[in-house]
């Protein structure tokens, strides 16, 4: 499992996102700046999460397992059903 770089400190969360709320945007291909390291927290359910680069990885996240994104690396979320999560970014 990917983990966030010690030298990184968290700076902004995402607000709370359910089935019903999370954006479109969040659902296809997209990347964070330069820099800048997220953190997906299932608070709730499950959530399907895509990487694209630098190889294609696709993991189940839970309360138990988050997703790490890395700078720059494209990625993506499924809905899977019910789910409450929220991204915390750091950089």
């Given at each position: 499992?990917?983990?966030?770089?010690?030298?990184?400190?968290?700076?902004?969360?995402?607000?709370?996102?359910?089935?019903?709320?999370?954006?479109?945007a969040?659902?296809?291909?997209?990347?964070?700046?330069?820099?800048?390291?997220?953190?997906?927290?299932?608070?709730?359910?499950s959530?399907?999460?895509?990487?694209?680069?630098?190889?294609?990885?696709?993991?189940?996240?839970?309360?138990?397992?988050?997703?790490?994104v890395?700078?720059?690396?494209?990625h993506?979320v499924?809905?899977?059903g019910p789910?409450?999560?929220?991204?915390?970014?750091?950089k």
């Open positions: 499992m990917k983990t966030l770089p010690a030298h990184v400190t968290h700076y902004r969360s995402s607000p709370e996102f359910t089935e019903a709320s999370t954006p479109a969040l659902q296809k291909g997209h990347t964070t700046a330069a820099g800048v390291w997220g953190r997906i927290t299932v608070l709730e359910g959530l399907r999460y895509h990487i694209s680069e630098p190889e294609q990885e696709v993991l189940l996240l839970t309360p138990d397992l988050f997703g790490v890395e700078p720059q690396m494209r993506e499924e809905l899977v789910v409450r999560f929220r991204v915390d970014f750091h």
